[in-house]
T-cell receptor, first 115, second 112 residues
Framework: AQKVTQAQTEISVVEKEDVTLDCVYE???????LFWYKQPPSGELVFLIR??????QNEISGRYSWNFQKSTSSFNFTITASQVVDSAVYFC????????????FGQGTILTVHP | DADVTQTPRNRITKTGKRIMLECSQT?????MYWYRQDPGLGLQLIYY???????NKGEISDGYSVSRQAQAKFSLSLESAIPNQTALYFC???????????FGEGSRLTVL
C-alpha cells in the first residue's frame, strides 16, 4: 500500500525565515514518482515538482529546493527566505510507476508566512 | 482561460438532491480524474478515466458516478447528495506519458 505522511499540520514563520516542509512516504515499488503541489488561498492546486525514484539529485528552483533521500523515504521541501506569497497549503504526493495520475496525497501542511 | 475548467465553482444543495459537477479541458490529455479534498485528509481519488470508453473506481467511489462524454469532458454526479459529501472537488487531467496532474480550480459543494 502507498502512504504519504506530512507530520507538520501547520507551520508559522516570519518573512525571510527559511522553512522546511517534511514528507515521508511508504511504498514497496522500486519505480515511483514523488510530487509537491501548492494550494494558495485562492484554492487551485499548482504543480511544483516531480521526482522519479531513480533520481536522488537534489533540485533547486529559485528559493525552492527539494531533498530526496531514499534511505529515509523522505522528500522534503525547503523555502529559503520565505515571503508572504508563499503562504499556502503544500501537498506531497506519491504515485506508482505504472499508475499514471493516480496520486496518493499526504494530509497537507498549512504554511503561514507573517510579514 | 483555464486549461481545466470546472462548473459550478460553488454549489449549495439539500440532502437527497442530484448534483452534477462538470469538467472540461483544453490540454488534449487523454486521462481525467475526480478528486475530493477534505480538511486534514489531503485529496482522495473518486473516479478516473484513461479514455472515453474507460471508467475506473478510485478510493472513495461510493455515492458517486461519472460520465466521460468526450475526451475533453468528464462529469461527476452525486445521485442523492448527503451532508458528508460536503467537500472541495477537483477535476484533473494528465498525459499518458508523464502522469503529472493538472488540476481545475475546484468546485466547492455544500450539502445541507
Amino acid at each position: 500500500a502507498q502512504k504519504v505522511t506530512q507530520a507538520q499540520t501547520e507551520i508559522s514563520v516570519v518573512e525571510k525565515e527559511d522553512v522546511t516542509l517534511d514528507c515521508v512516504y511508504e511504498t514497496r515499488d522500486t519505480t515511483y514518482y514523488l510530487f509537491w503541489y501548492k494550494q494558495p488561498p485562492s484554492g487551485e492546486l499548482v504543480f511544483l515538482i516531480r521526482r522519479n525514484s531513480f533520481d536522488e539529485q537534489n533540485e533547486i528552483s529559485g528559493r525552492y529546493s527539494w531533498n530526496f533521500q531514499k534511505s529515509t523515504s523522505s522528500f522534503n521541501f525547503t523555502i529559503t527566505a520565505s515571503q508572504v506569497v508563499d503562504s499556502a497549503v503544500y501537498f506531497c504526493a506519491l504515485r506508482r510507476g505504472t499508475s499514471y495520475g493516480k496520486l496518493t496525497f499526504g494530509q497537507g501542511t498549512i504554511l503561514t508566512v507573517h510579514p | 482561460d483555464a486549461d481545466v475548467t470546472q462548473t459550478p465553482r460553488n454549489r449549495i444543495t439539500k440532502t437527497g438532491k442530484r448534483i452534477m459537477l462538470e469538467c472540461s479541458q483544453t490540454k488534449g490529455h487523454d486521462r481525467m480524474y475526480w478528486y475530493r479534498q477534505d480538511p486534514g485528509l489531503g485529496l482522495q481519488l473518486i473516479y478516473y478515466s484513461f479514455d472515453v470508453k474507460d471508467i475506473n473506481k478510485g478510493e472513495i467511489s461510493d455515492g458517486y458516478s461519472v460520465s466521460r462524454q468526450a475526451q475533453a469532458k468528464f462529469s461527476l454526479s452525486l445521485e442523492s447528495a448527503i451532508p458528508n459529501q460536503t467537500a472541495l472537488y477537483f477535476c484533473a487531467t494528465s498525459h499518458s506519458n508523464t502522469g503529472e496532474l493538472f488540476f481545475g480550480e475546484g468546485s466547492r459543494l455544500t450539502v445541507l
